[in-house]
């Protein structure tokens, strides 16, 4: 009885540890089973991809494209699907303007426990509404929440898809989140040449991401730092 009893505790402590150290791999910014994930890029030269999550949306496209023009910086927006297609308009505009599409997943789930048909569908439809807003140079994939654990890479691995994360998350800090000024000093402090910073900046509830745009692009240019999209950050690797 007693053998029985430590016998069910061991499979529990073995469920739970694998379970948690699964939870920690489909979180990793830096490692995934199949294919490429990509933080950040070796290179001496002092480069950044700012990127956009979610979106596009009526209300701010307007906003984020306005501070980038005034600036002239190319930035990369990792759309959703179903957005996209909500505001087809605000997607051209993006493209029109000069700034890289990636692909955010159709419907922003959470695609850690999920079949490889949904996978497919949730990506290519995707790529499909980033085709019809005329972005035409190579699609790169960013998980929704970051999360991803077998399928999903998998299905990225097969059909020659990177996954884009990001090295540098000042929103996941909800004392910085909430003041565009502690945004902008800490991606300023964190900032290193081949750098991706992730930043939402496509809903009211993201003003004070949007405000510390502008600021964190004079930060980083009294730098020396140069914008960059996603692809050209990538032709940037290995290169000394
Ligand atoms: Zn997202």
Redesign the pocket.
Known sequence: MRKRYYGIILAIVVLFVVFYSLRQVGDSRTFQFFGEIIPRVDTPKKVVALTF??GPTSCCTEKILGILGNTNVKATF?V?GRELEQNPAEGQRIVAAGHELGN??YS?ARMFFVSPSFVAEEIESTDRQIRAAGYSGEIHF?P??GKKLFVLPYYLARTNRKTITWDIEPESHPDIAKDSNKISEHILTNVRPGSIVLL?VMYESRRESLKAVQKTIGNLRSQGYEFVTVSELLANRNQT
């Open positions: 999550d979610d990792f959703t955010h997943s922003h960013r929704p929440y939402h």
